[in-house]
Nanobody, 125 residues
């Protein structure tokens, strides 16, 4: 099993920045990619970004965050980060960290077996 704990969410104004962290514990060698998803009230969970966990880092981004968000990893700390700049009100959502044991850097939520509890990000206009 892999346990994921997100942190770093909060209330900010449009244009501000936040950095989310996701610390993994347990069978951390069992996953090959980690991703971030988000879910706004009344909407489905959507892909934000993902990064491979070993070797050369391969990352992917949703079009809506490309150029504003950056995903990174610290293998020594078993932690993945999401640096979010130029935040917009439409970025308001609960952000979830997820780990994929087999599918890799997929944009599909079904490709991730492990999920954190989520952290709230609220961007005011």
């Amino acid at each position: 099993q892999v346990q994921l704990v997100e942190s770093g969410g909060g209330l900010v104004q449009a244009g501000d920045s936040l950095r989310l962290s996701c610390a993994a514990s347990g069978r951390t060698l069992s996953y090959i990619a980690m991703g971030w998803f988000r879910q706004a009230p009344g909407k489905e969970r959507e892909f934000v970004s993902t990064i491979s966990w070993s070797g050369v880092a391969v990352s992917r981004y949703a079009d809506s965050v490309k150029g504003r968000f950056t995903i990174s990893r610290d293998n020594a700390k078993n932690t993945v980060y999401l640096q979010m700049n130029s935040l917009k009100p439409e970025d308001t959502a609960v952000y979830y960290c997820a780990a994929s044991a087999g599918t890799g850097t997929t944009v599909r939520a079904a490709g991730y077996e492990y999920w954190g509890q989520g952290t709230q990000v609220t961007v005011s206009s």
